[in-house]
């Protein structure tokens, strides 16, 4: 009992300095090539989250590089459905049934 | 609450609500996974509303089960949460102003959907005090819908564990990611950083693991910047979708 409420409390703990760290010492402030270069950060780290939640099976070691993977193709059609309606429901909405049809039809990752 | 915020509270809920709705499945699998797991109701409620990051409570429920060590605990948390960091460190001037506990309640909630959406809307034209109402607003709707949906989950509990497999409702968090990166894979710049990006995670992720998301996007940020200013290259925008 003890050690998991210490486990909760140092990832509460932790998470929350790491959050907070750069917005606690404003003075610092980063030079203007690193500001410009962190616009780049969105598509940049949604595209490796995203990657990460594809490539890693629930094993968790080594990479499912299979293209007939459901989530792949899911994401796939998420993003082009994005891309045409432009409409956040019905891309998330529509790639998640897409999923789940494949899911049937494919081996689950 | 007058006007110009009253228009900022009603925008954030409006670009909010797809994501909104789509982390809602996400948080109840986390109520129902930990109730599942035979911890309490109130260590998942307290994980959900303190820790706040599907990815971090996941993995803390995997350190409980297995009694990791403190040590790496820690460790495992700092890598995890180190885009949250650049995140900050990416808003940090819009937030120099404002007194350190807002600082801080704001710090707190950024996310990866709160964080996308406000860096929109902080490149977006219009005043800075409204922008920080937008992010203010937009902090407000997801901690609730959070909180909301890992309480239905753990009193759901078991039920729904069992079946988030088969419904697939692991999916919704990458649907929502894939359709948050479609609008910036219009512009060429954003297409690059993100192909960079992939195939730095693809090569690095064997050798750096949790860490292979952060550095490869910066790493792919830092080629792509170096790329542009060798060739002397200028960006007609600030690599937001058109």
Known sequence: ?109 | MDPSSRIEWALAFKRSAPLLLSSLPTAIVFGALMVASKLSALDGIVMAGFIYSTVAQFLGLHFILTTTGLAVVFITTVMLSLRFLLYALTLVDEVKPLPLAYRLILAFSLTDSVFILTKRRFNEGGGQKDKITFFLACTCLFYIVYLIGATIGVLIGNAVAQHAKDWGLNFFVYATFAALLAPYLKSRRNQIVATLSLVLYLLLHNILHDLSIVISSLVAIALLEIGRHLLKITPKNKGDPP
């Open chain 1, 1 to 109: 009992m003890i050690h998991q409420d210490l486990i909760i409390l140092v990832m509460v703990i932790t998470i929350f300095l790491v959050r907070s760290f750069a917005f606690i010492f404003t003075s610092y402030s980063l030079p203007k090539v690193a500001k410009e270069a962190l616009n780049l950060l969105p598509p940049a780290i949604i595209t490796t989250i995203l990657a990460d939640g594809i490539f890693v099976p629930s094993s968790g070691n080594g990479l499912n590089l299979s293209l007939l993977n459901p989530f792949l193709i899911s994401s796939i059609i998420a993003i082009i459905i994005t891309l045409r309606v432009n409409n956040l429901f019905v891309a998330i909405f529509g790639s998640y049934v897409c999923y789940l049809v494949l899911l049937h039809f494919l081996p689950i990752k």
